[in-house]
């Protein structure tokens, strides 16, 4: 998965390599990212629609050895009533989860899934398959700093890690901090993560950085059952004031959204900024299925650096 550089820095663009990324022994520490600053590049207004499909992959094997629940970490949930899906999401989970959807995904979630990545409950159904967090991930420059606002499990932040990003993981539950610190390391990327519990809300107005990324809980596989998935719709604050609460960290953002999302409100938050941002939507493929949508805002929008990823499924299976 190779990928070029999507963004070159912009003029008066600096990244700052932040003291911390020498120092990761702190996972609770709370950092006030001053002076890595990111510049409002241009100025237009794009928007790409774009199918990128990959292979098909055989579905799971009968008889495989383990389930989800397990061996891994058994079917936590997030802390704090922002992060708790509602009862019917999680009964939605359980019988998914017994029913094998989303151990059928393993290796599209985490490729190395066998090495021994872990999740709790919330993360099968909302980790982002590894090829998507991939391409988004070579939407930033290598040296970028980026702050994963909702980080879950880290399936996003180690993808930046491995463009050459360093990373501010951002997440409210501990447990699902152990869970990314553990994948981070299994993926050899735990050196450009810095994982901070809290909440990124309270944090934002002390952060800074190039890049941030979006992919905030929408309440859970329940989600499909809205006909048209709303912004007000996003946990545990509306997608207009997630989005907010990121501008104030930098004017470049990238956002994983339901597939069935209102993609005309996603584009009018790149309206919210002034003068507004560049704006790109991109559908993601998995195995010739719509996953989601990313929106990508500021000098993250553009023609895409990457090519169809080459996702070799036959490799990523047992
Ligand atoms: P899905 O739509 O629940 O299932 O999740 P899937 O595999 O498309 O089932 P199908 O039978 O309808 O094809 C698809 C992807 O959306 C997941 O792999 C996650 O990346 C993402 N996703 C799903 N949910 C419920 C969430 C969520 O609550 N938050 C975030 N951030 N991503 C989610």
Same mark, same amino acid.
């Given at each position: 998965?190779?990928?070029?550089?999507?963004?070159?820095?912009?003029?008066? *663009?600096? !990244?700052?390599?932040?003291?911390?990324?020498?120092?990761?022994?702190?996972?609770?520490?709370?950092?006030?990212?001053?002076?890595? !600053?990111?510049?409002?590049?241009?100025?237009?207004?794009?928007?790409?629609?774009?199918?990128?499909?990959? *292979?098909?992959?055989?579905?799971?094997?009968?008889?495989?050895?383990?389930?989800?629940?397990?061996?891994?970490?058994?079917?936590?949930?997030?802390?704090?009533?922002?992060?708790?899906?509602?009862?019917?999401?999680?009964?939605?989970?359980d019988?998914?989860?017994?029913?094998?959807?989303?151990?059928?995904?393993?290796?599209?979630?985490?490729?190395?899934?066998d090495?021994?990545?872990?999740?709790?409950?919330?993360?099968?159904?909302?980790?982002?398959? =590894?090829?998507?967090?991939?391409?988004?991930?070579?939407?930033?420059a290598?040296?970028?700093?980026?702050?994963d606002?909702?980080?879950?499990?880290?399936?996003?932040?180690?993808?930046?890690?491995?463009?050459?990003?360093?990373?501010?993981?951002?997440?409210?539950?501990?447990?699902?901090?152990?869970?990314?610190?553990?994948?981070?390391?299994?993926?050899?990327?735990?050196?450009?993560?810095?994982f901070?519990?809290?909440?990124?809300?309270?944090?934002?107005?002390?952060?800074?950085?190039?890049?941030?990324?979006?992919?905030?809980?929408?309440?859970?596989?329940?989600?499909?059952?809205?006909?048209?998935?709303?912004?007000?719709?996003?946990?545990?604050?509306?997608?207009?004031?997630?989005?907010?609460?990121?501008?104030?960290?930098?004017?470049?953002?990238?956002?994983?959204?339901?597939?069935?999302?209102?993609?005309?409100?996603?584009? =009018?938050?790149?309206w919210?900024?002034?003068?507004?941002?560049?704006?790109?939507?991109?559908?993601?493929?998995?195995?010739?299925?719509?996953?989601?949508?990313?929106?990508?805002?500021?000098?993250?929008?553009?023609?895409?650096?990457?090519?169809?990823?080459?996702?070799?499924?036959?490799?990523?299976?047992?």
């Amino acid at each position: 998965m190779a990928k070029t550089n999507a963004a070159p820095p912009g003029p008066g *663009r600096r !990244t700052r390599v932040l003291p911390f990324l020498h120092n990761r022994t702190t996972t609770h520490r709370f950092f006030r990212l001053l002076d890595a !600053t990111a510049t409002k590049t241009a100025r237009r207004r794009r928007r790409r629609l774009t199918a990128r499909p990959t *292979r098909n992959r055989r579905a799971t094997r009968p008889g495989e050895p383990k389930r989800p629940g397990a061996a891994e970490e058994p079917q936590d949930q997030a802390v704090g009533a922002a992060r708790e899906p509602d009862a019917a999401a999680e009964a939605d989970v359980d019988a998914a989860v017994v029913a094998g959807k989303y151990w059928a995904h393993r290796h599209s979630l985490f490729s190395l899934y066998d090495r021994g990545v872990r999740m709790d409950a919330e993360g099968w159904y909302s980790a982002t398959p =590894e090829a998507v967090a991939a391409s988004q991930a070579a939407r930033a420059a290598p040296g970028d700093l980026v702050v994963d606002a909702f980080a879950g499990c880290g399936g996003n932040s180690i993808q930046f890690a491995a463009r050459g990003c360093y990373v501010v993981a951002v997440e409210i539950d501990p447990r699902k901090v152990e869970l990314a610190a553990h994948n981070a390391r299994v993926y050899g990327v735990e050196d450009r993560i810095e994982f901070v519990v809290g909440d990124f809300f309270r944090l934002a107005p002390f952060l800074k950085a190039d890049l941030v990324f979006l992919s905030p809980p929408w309440g859970g596989p329940a989600y499909i059952h809205a006909p048209i998935y709303t912004l007000d719709m996003l946990k545990p604050k509306d997608g207009y004031t997630t989005f907010q609460a990121a501008q104030k960290i930098a004017p470049n953002a990238i956002m994983f959204l339901p597939r069935t999302v209102d993609i005309s409100q996603v584009e =009018e938050l790149s309206w919210l900024s002034c003068p507004p941002l560049d704006f790109e939507s991109e559908e993601n493929y998995i195995h010739h299925r719509l996953k989601g949508i990313t929106a990508y805002f500021g000098r993250t929008a553009g023609p895409p650096s990457y090519h169809c990823q080459n996702w070799d499924d036959e490799q990523a299976a047992d």
